[in-house]
């Protein structure tokens, strides 16, 4: 999968069980002992899953070491319906949206808190410049490292034809994507669900004609690696919109 630097590459961990676990214990690190989240007593083991795992894809950005640093994961809805359901009210499109298929919902975003310690940097860290001395990259890359899970959480969608993402977003990592030209529109009002967040949805074939026009040059960088038939090309399918973009709110990942 494409890489946006050097030192960190994404990629589904589905496919190596042994980093699949290690993304549950960063997710015990982050959700339990980091944020206070979810009890930790309630994970012995130290590690973090719930019944949603099961209906999931999961994704993680691994450093030079093969470590995991970041993770989330797409879950798909099923009898379980979607993490955000027992805590979001949505607007009525959105359910309906929802039913047509194509619609997963980013969930359990994670970064090691080796990478978002900076001053100002907050959780997540995209924001900030990279400062080079002497040719070596002298910043902490935690912004390039949700960069990174981002693509590949983008190029794994494509490649199994998910249309859009739900997600239940604090305020500070959608001002953060906001900066970055991601399309995520507001459909329900702010909950305290692992903190304040709101519930949004992207479209993925709005964010395909973002990354075309070139308007953000980072954001090409999300096709590199992605097969020639899961590239977008052109103009794409009208996009479906729920929300006006008055409607914006500043708004992590549940």
């Known amino acids: 999968m494409g890489t946006l630097s050097p030192y960190f590459r994404g990629l589904v961990l589905d496919e190596h069980p042994n980093l699949l676990t290690e993304s549950y214990r960063l997710r015990y690190e982050v ?24 209906h999931a894809v999961h994704i993680g950005v691994v450093n030079l ?13 099923s009898e379980h319906g979607l993490p955000m359901f027992g805590h979001c009210t949505l607007a009525p499109e959105v359910t309906t ?6 619609v997963v919902e980013v969930s359990r975003l994670a970064v090691s808190r080796r990478y978002n310690r900076r001053r100002g940097d907050g959780f997540y860290s995209l924001a900030g410049r ?18 990174t899970l981002y693509q590949a959480l983008y190029q794994a969608s494509k490649r199994l034809g998910f249309t859009h ?34 519930p949004y949805l992207m479209d993925l074939r709005e964010f395909d004609r973002i990354i075309l026009s070139g308007r953000v040059p980072l954001l090409r960088d999300f096709l590199t690696g992605l097969e020639p038939e899961f590239r977008p090309v052109g103009e794409d399918a009208s996009s479906t919109i729920v929300a006006s973009d008055d409607d914006r709110s500043d708004g992590r990942h549940g």
Do not use: N
């Open 97 to 102: 949206l929802i039913e047509t298929g194509g």
């Open 130 to 147: 990279t400062e080079h001395v002497d040719g070596v990259e002298k910043r902490r890359r935690g912004g390039v490292i949700v960069l």
């Open 165 to 198: 993402w739900l997600a239940a977003t604090e305020r500070s990592l959608q001002r953060l994507v906001a900066g970055y030209a991601f399309p995520f529109r507001p459909v329900g009002p702010e909950v305290d669900y692992f903190g304040l967040v709101m």
């Open 65 to 77: 070491e093969d470590e995991v640093v970041a993770t989330a994961r797409l879950v798909r809805p």
């Open 31 to 54: 959700y339990c002992l980091d944020r206070g989240f979810l009890p930790a007593s309630d994970y012995p083991d130290g590690i973090e899953s719930d019944v949603f795992d099961a």
